[in-house]
């Protein structure tokens, strides 16, 4: 059973606080993803890892930072949130060949 | 860099048969995945295609042209609950790293 767990499920927060959004894997796989995808839009890569002590930036920018300390773990963090990053966010894992991903249940973050 | 294009929107009525199409630009092509995500759900993946040709898992078939930049996903006995969005996502180097780039997705509607 393939099993990655995002939390929290949602947040609202006001502006300039810090927050991490967690995410966990149990697959034991190598590279992990965060997404931000709006309502009724496409995801757009923020964050990848090939395994631990690697992080990488995706496509599109993005103010938060992540970390991989252990294989199964990869947080995100934002040091100031802005009502800018008011969003769904997702965390995925896969194989290091990404065409199947595995994607959590979300984090939906709202700013205010 | 790449793009993806699909149709916003598709309608279909239960028990009929419709095709869901998405034509790419991409610099170095891998293959095509195919996901599927339900208002306030995660993604799931559904097929890959890397080579030409038809891939068939149940009721959903995936289908890939490399010298069209052409691929379809098809869904036959459409059934209520197969109402939700699609969405085709590349896999090639010009995203960096063999990830994914997603298209805009298509919501269809199954109607009864």
């Known amino acids: 059973e393939a099993d990655i767990y995002q939390t929290p499920r949602y947040l609202v927060i006001g502006t300039g606080k810090k927050i991490t959004l967690e995410c966990s894997q149990t697959?034991?796989?190598?590279?992990m993803y965060w997404y931000q995808q709006d309502p009724g839009m496409e995801l757009h890569l923020i964050h990848y890892s090939y395994g631990v002590n690697s992080t990488e930036k995706g496509d599109l920018s993005s103010e938060s930072t992540v970390s991989r300390i252990r294989t199964e773990h990869f947080p995100l963090t934002l040091e100031s949130a802005r009502p800018s990053h008011t969003s769904q966010y997702l965390c995925?894992?896969?194989?290091?060949?990404?065409?199947?991903?595995?994607f959590g249940p979300g984090t939906r973050l709202t700013v205010t | 860099g790449q793009s993806l294009e699909q149709p916003s929107e598709v309608t279909a009525v239960e028990g009929a048969i419709v095709q869901i199409n998405c034509t790419y630009q991409t610099s170095g092509f891998y293959g095509l995945s195919w996901y599927q995500q339900h208002d306030g759900g995660a993604p799931t993946f559904l097929s890959y295609?890397?080579?030409?040709g038809l891939e068939e898992t149940g009721r959903f078939s995936s289908f890939l042209s490399r010298s069209d930049s052409y691929g379809y996903l098809l869904l036959q006995e459409l059934q209520m609950k197969d109402s939700a969005s699609y969405f085709c996502?590349?896999?090639?180097?010009?995203?960096?790293?063999?990830?994914?780039?997603f298209g805009t997705g298509t919501r269809l509607t199954v109607i009864p």
């Open positions: 995925a894992s896969s194989e290091i060949e990404a065409y199947e991903q595995y």
């Open positions: 996502a590349v896999r090639d180097r010009g995203t960096g790293a063999n990830n994914l780039f």
């Open positions: 697959m034991g796989h190598d590279k």
């Open positions: 295609n890397a080579l030409d």
